[in-house]
């Protein structure tokens, strides 16, 4: 199976290209072509799956390359290096001391996203100190941790309150009691809070996430450190197994999959790992499920026939999705547009009932929910608007279109009035969307808001995350590197050619 990307870099997914994937800190990577004229050889390379920032992980591999044992050698201390600083069950120990100290002895530091233990406390004493940390702060890490910001690679939008409590809401209301979570720390916690107030019906939840940071407040059986772009634990077997115990559902407590990528991930590969996540679930507790694992993906819109192209059962639902942190997409901003990202689910639309008091209603004729202004169009027999604005119906395009669209008849198509005649079609320089604009591009977002976004905050990139010595390392080495020539690619945003690093 090869899927294209835009511009001009495909991943290709099959058991062959897995089977020899070289590893990276982010497990094995993933095999790329770059997409050229007909006639021109392809040369296939490996990199990293989880980061689209070379920046992130430079990691880099002609597929048909041969490399020498210094080289594997080198890359397996690398790889060791760049994980985390504890393994799980020493983040788990540290935490239960922790929770024993005195509230005046609990410290987190910030500047290393550590809960640090009394003798720990001299080499961060130059460092943002957080003091007294309460048991109540200790159950929302989400708030805790500072969101990661890197967009290109983790791009950790935090729902907002409103959308977090719709979803749990929906998700019981559907009868569900076991939620896995992947990549989304927030619904993980409101759910693990729930759970610690013993609310009834009794709810379990796992978050699957890359953020290792979370293993500092959850064991192992509600965490596990996972790349959601090669399907890989980086815990191991223990690990996988852990989530193959979670899956299984006995006293027939229903089990749901939620997940929010981030917007800039290959849908394919996306689909890819949640296809071994299903098989995962068919194998637990060795029954036969013949259904779907029933998943809720929250993504954009535009993503639609992507996302319908992996998963044809999908149906996309109006509810607009909101974030705490994203300056884009808060729902009802003043001036602000409605939020782009919704919901991909394989349940039955018209069962995922939407709040009412948000001006979502039912349309009989379509079997679901829909936004206030959505209107059912006579012509395309459906609610046509995927962005929530009322859209209008184009007799020569014989389907709806954007209300501020008019239909132009030199491009054949409907577009903005303003539109760069004779050139539309080529759609978002970045994701190739023809929706909207690269400048409001969710993958590559618009410089100003996300500075605007970051200023009072310090922005946490992949370094403070590691210990100071690896930490050290890397400084060092980056100085060395940019002293050299510099390297500038990215899987998916390739521009030039792509320069062997290592
Ligand atoms: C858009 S945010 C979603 C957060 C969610 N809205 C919430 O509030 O719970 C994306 C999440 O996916 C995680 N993530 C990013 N890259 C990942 C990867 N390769 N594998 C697994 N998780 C990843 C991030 O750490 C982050 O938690
Ligand atoms: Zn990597
Ligand atoms: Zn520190
Ligand atoms: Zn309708
Ligand atoms: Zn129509
Ligand atoms: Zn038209
Ligand atoms: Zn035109």
């Not at 048991?135 to 805790?144: E, I, T, V």
């Not at 309150?161 to 927030?186: A, E, H, K, N, Y």
Request: some cysteine.
């Amino acid at each position: 199976m090869a899927e294209q990307e835009p511009l001009g870099i495909e991943v290709i997914l099959d058991e062959e290209a897995e089977s020899r994937a070289p590893m990276c800190p982010h497990g094995p990577a993933l095999l790329f072509a770059k997409v050229k004229r007909k006639e021109e050889q392809v040369r296939r390379f490996y990199a990293c799956a989880a980061c689209r920032d070379r920046k992130d992980c430079n990691f880099f591999q002609w597929e048909d390359e041969k490399v020498s044992e210094t080289r594997l050698q080198a890359r397996e201390e690398i790889n060791r290096s760049r994980q985390p600083p504890f393994t799980h069950t020493e983040y788990v120990e540290r935490y239960q001391s922790f929770v024993a100290l005195p509230l005046a002895k609990r410290k987190f530091c910030a500047d290393c996203q550590l809960l640090l233990l009394p003798e720990e406390w001299g080499p961060h004493s130059a460092h943002c100190l957080l003091s007294d940390v309460s048991l109540a702060q200790l159950k929302r890490p989400s708030r805790l941790l500072l969101p990661l910001e890197n967009k290109k690679t983790n791009a950790q939008y935090l729902f907002a309150d409103r959308t977090c409590q719709f979803l749990l809401d929906i998700i019981i209301s559907l009868g569900f009691r076991r939620v896995l979570c992947v990549g989304t720390p927030r619904l993980h916690e409101f759910i693990q809070m729930r759970q610690s107030e013993k609310k009834e019906p009794v709810m379990r939840s796992q978050l699957l996430d890359i953020d290792f940071r979370y293993s500092q407040f959850y064991s192992q059986e509600e965490f596990c450190h996972y790349n959601m772009f090669n399907h890989y634990f980086f815990g191991g077997k223990f690990a996988s197994e852990a989530c193959q115990r979670f899956l299984c559902q006995p006293n027939g407590e229903s089990v749901i999959m939620v997940t929010d990528p981030p917007f800039g991930g290959m849908v394919e590969a996306l689909a890819h790992s949640f296809k071994k996540v299903v098989r995962l679930w068919k194998t637990s507790c060795d029954q036969a499920h013949n259904e779907e694992l029933p998943m809720f993906w929250i993504f954009p819109y535009f993503f639609e026939p992507r996302i319908l192209q992996c998963f044809p059962t999908f149906a996309l639902l109006d509810y607009q999705v909101d974030y705490d942190n994203h300056a884009l997409y808060k729902h009802g901003h003043s001036g602000r547009k409605q939020s782009p990202v919704r919901i991909f689910t394989n349940l039955p639309p018209k069962d995922v009932v939407l709040p009412a008091e948000e001006g979502y209603r039912f349309c009989s004729l379509c079997q679901r929910y829909i936004s206030s202004e959505n209107k059912h169009c006579e012509s395309c027999q459906a609610c046509t608007s995927k962005d929530g604005r009322a859209w209008k119906h184009c007799q020569i395009c014989n389907k709806c279109v954007k209300p501020s669209w008019v239909h132009c008849d030199s491009c054949g198509r409907c577009a903005l009035q303003e539109h760069p005649c004779g050139k539309v079609g080529h759609g978002c320089f970045t994701c190739g969307s023809t929706e909207h604009k690269r400048r409001e591009c969710p993958v590559s977002e618009n410089r100003t808001t996300m500075k605007k976004l970051k200023s009072g905050k310090r922005k946490i990139s992949e370094m403070d995350k590691e210990p100071v010595a690896t930490k050290f390392q890397r400084q060092t080495q980056a100085k060395r590197a940019r002293k050299k020539k510099k390297v500038k690619w990215a899987p998916g945003k390739s521009k030039g050619k792509p320069k062997k690093k290592k």
